[in-house]
């Protein structure tokens, strides 16, 4: 969809007194992991921005009339946003206009990124961690000012730096496991599971009580996708993180590696274990029927959050990995919504106030992860929304099992490889082509692989 904010914003040649208001650029170096102390990270700022160390000058509002152009690749949880954002910046630099268009991350974005490759990029793209290295790869993105980036976790630098260089700026984060019903699983005497075998046992009891075990919706391709790379996280990535290395220089293969293999199979575990319309279920039916207690688990992430306490506010319910074949998995972390900028932008001192609102605006921040109900990476801001899920993050925190997608997700892309490849897994769960075949169209497709 095309949004065009009339009465709001600004855009366009700023004014001299606002080139030094927004901030010049700066580089930004990799970071920490997604585990690290919230607390320390939480206890810096003040004291930067007592010193100055992180607070943009004053901007003048008096400049000439600047309309910047915006990409946005929305995930499920993300529309309205954008008019959060638009009332944040009127307030600050009214005479900036955001020109938006918003599109599904999962479909129309990268399609979308191929067509302004030709004619040239919106001057800010809102995206996902991920597409930092695909498009920073080709020379596309603008470097991020350190004035910018130091409003945020230092864990958020670290997979959108390329070459030394940071170019997107990590706004909030999900994370992806197995969602399961806090009340089913004590009335049923049921314990997280940590492996295949404990798993199977819950399935199995479920089946006999005619509980069905998983929430799942598969008419979402996006899903099927998602959930692969949750099981190759913990089955491939967790013993071999270079695997998607090894797989372009041939050592490995989806079709001769038991670890991915298994990996894909457990799509047919979930598959035999939901709704018989699995493929005609949407996300929101799904999400409604977890929460309503027709289902004990979901293998999904943070975005299902909403809808669950849309439904109910007061559900209870809690999050684990999903089992691997060893027992040792780990909660998956994801950096969410990334804000990249054109290498190429006319307005790059209009961009740079964009970023100081985004970046520097608390009650902007908390108001954008209440209500996508996911977590910040902006130091100092804290949710106030309830999540019932958040001690179980908080537990593998603490323990250290806690891992980054963006390390599958920048070895084997989404758009291209990712997303064909559950499209191929959908069709054979549907019976239309055999898992050999599966497989052997993931390995047909190693070029594509790669955002090199």
């Known amino acids: 969809m ?114 302004y490759m030709q004619s040239g990029l919106p001057d800010i793209i809102i995206g996902k ?4 290295n695909t498009y920073a790869s080709q020379g596309l993105l603008g470097e991020i000012d350190a004035t910018y980036l130091d409003r945020g976790l230092d864990a958020a630098r670290e997979n959108v730096t390329f070459d030394g260089k940071t170019y997107g700026l990590v706004y909030n984060a999900l994370y992806q496991g197995v969602y399961y019903n806090k ?6 005497g049921w ?44 089955d491939v990535f967790n013993n071999t993180p270079d695997w998607g290395d090894q797989f372009r220089e041939g050592k490995v293969s989806f079709a001769e ?24 279920t949407e996300q929101t039916d799904c999400d409604a029927r977890m929460v309503l207690g027709e289902a004990a688990m979901k293998v999904s992430g943070s975005w299902s959050i909403q809808n669950f306490l849309d439904i109910d506010e007061s559900f209870d319910f809690g999050i684990f990995p999903f089992p691997n074949q060893t027992g ?12 990249m900028t054109s290498a190429e932008t006319e307005h790059q001192d209009a961009v740079n106030c964009v970023l100081d609102v985004l970046s520097g605006d608390k009650e902007l921040a908390v108001e954008i992860v209440d209500f996508t109900k996911t977590a910040s990476m902006l130091k100092d801001v804290t949710p106030t929304y309830t999540n019932p899920s958040q001690a179980d993050i908080d537990a593998y925190a603490a323990k250290g099992m806690i891992v980054d997608v963006t390390l599958g997700n920048n070895q084997l892309v989404w758009g291209g490889f990712q997303e064909e490849n559950a499209a191929d897994i959908a069709a054979y769960l549907q019976g239309d082509i055999s898992f050999e075949d599966c497989l052997a169209a993931s390995d047909a497709r190693v070029g594509s692989s790669s955002a090199q």
Do not use: R
Not at 23 to 51: L, V
Not at 183 to 188: G, P, R
Not at 257 to 280: G, R, V
């Open 129 to 132: 961690a991920q597409d930092v």
């Open 2 to 115: 095309k949004k065009k904010a009339l009465s709001l914003l600004l855009c366009s040649a700023m004014t001299v007194s606002m080139l030094t208001g927004c901030g010049g650029s700066g580089d930004g170096g990799a970071a920490e992991t997604p585990a690290a102390d919230t607390e320390q990270e939480a206890e810096a700022p003040a004291a930067a921005e007592e010193a100055g160390e992180t607070e943009a000058p004053a901007a003048s509002t008096d400049g000439e009339e600047v309309t910047l152009t915006v990409l946005a690749g929305q995930s499920t949880t993300d529309a309205g946003i954008e008019d959060m954002i638009d009332a944040a910046l009127a307030e600050k630099y009214p005479n900036i206009t955001l020109e938006w268009e918003c599109t599904g991350w999962d479909g129309e974005f990268h399609p979308k990124m191929q067509q």
């Open 191 to 234: 314990e997280v599971p940590t492996t295949q075998e404990e798993l199977q046992a819950i399935i199995d009891d479920c089946n006999a009580k005619g509980i069905v075990p998983f929430a799942s919706h598969m008419v979402d391709t996006w899903s099927i996708g998602n959930v692969t790379m949750q099981f190759m996280m913990n």
């Open 257 to 280: 590696d038991q670890a991915a293999q298994t990996a894909y199979s457990y799509n047919k575990l979930i598959f035999d274990n939901t709704y018989p319309e699995t493929f005609s």
């Open 183 to 188: 009340t089913m699983f004590a009335e049923n």
């Open 328 to 339: 040792d998995s780990k909660l998956i972390f994801e950096p969410n919504i990334a804000i």
